[in-house]
């Protein structure tokens, strides 16, 4: 079984572009995560969807980010446009709804470099 | 406030020695605990989880945490230290409720083992 995949693994853009991260969870999955970590410091939730619907957005943190999940599968990331701060690694993890055993399942990231 | 500390940043041992990894959290409400662990290149792995009964919980790799509630802490223990145990260790609480989990993180220990 596949697991969590993020694209694109790293990516470096100039201050002011836009940068879009894709998330394809475990299939059947119907929890989707995002999640940052900036400059070694905690992973803070960003949000959580489940199938197509946004469940909890409040981690997100202004309206620069905006994240999709179409048809409730994989889910994208466009942060637009991209500010300094911005940089950090953005993980996604997924888990399934029924049978929730507690553990997320986690990609392994996406490294986002603003210059 | 919600919140995981993880006090050491960086820890070093060498290979054989035991390892101890402390956990402290603040939170309102039953805490479900969890250890994850990144190697390098990959997502983060669920070590082991507490979620009620039985204070010491055993993990996958040889690793174990005791739930201290009187200290709200969750410190995670191996007996013996290998090589490919050098990775970042993230401490995590959060609820389970709807189906879904919405953690919070600590910062990481990044533990470095020498031969």
């Known amino acids: 079984e596949a697991g969590v995949t993020q694209f694109p693994s790293h990516s470096v853009i100039e201050k002011g572009q836009t940068v879009t991260l894709r998330c394809d969870p475990i299939?059947?999955?119907?929890?989707l995560y995002w999640y940052r970590r900036v400059m070694g410091k905690e992973i803070k939730f960003l949000l959580h969807?489940?199938?197509?619907?946004?469940?909890?957005e409040s981690g997100m943190p202004n309206n620069r980010f905006l994240a999709e999940r179409t048809g409730g599968t994989y889910s994208t990331l466009k942060v637009q446009p991209a500010e300094l701060e911005d940089s950090g690694v953005y993980f996604c993890a997924s888990s399934p709804r029924r049978r929730n055993t507690g553990e997320l399942f986690f990609g392994e990231g996406s490294r986002l470099t603003v210059l | 406030a919600q919140s995981v500390t993880q006090p050491d940043i960086h820890i070093t041992v060498s290979e054989g020695a035991s390892l101890e990894l402390r956990c402290n959290y603040s939170y309102g409400a039953t805490p479900y605990l969890f250890w994850y662990v990144q190697s390098p290149g990959q997502g983060l792995q669920l070590l082991l989880k507490y979620f009620s009964g039985d204070t010491l919980v055993q993990g996958i790799k040889g690793f174990e945490a005791e739930f201290k509630r009187s200290q709200s802490s969750f410190n995670l223990r191996k007996p013996s230290v290998h090589w490919s145990d050098a990775a970042e260790y993230f401490c995590a609480v959060g609820p389970i409720s709807g189906g879904y989990n919405k953690l919070i993180f600590g910062a990481g220990t990044r533990l470095a083992v020498h031969p």
């Open positions: 969807f489940v199938k197509e619907s946004k469940q909890d």
């Open positions: 299939s059947g999955h119907d929890n």
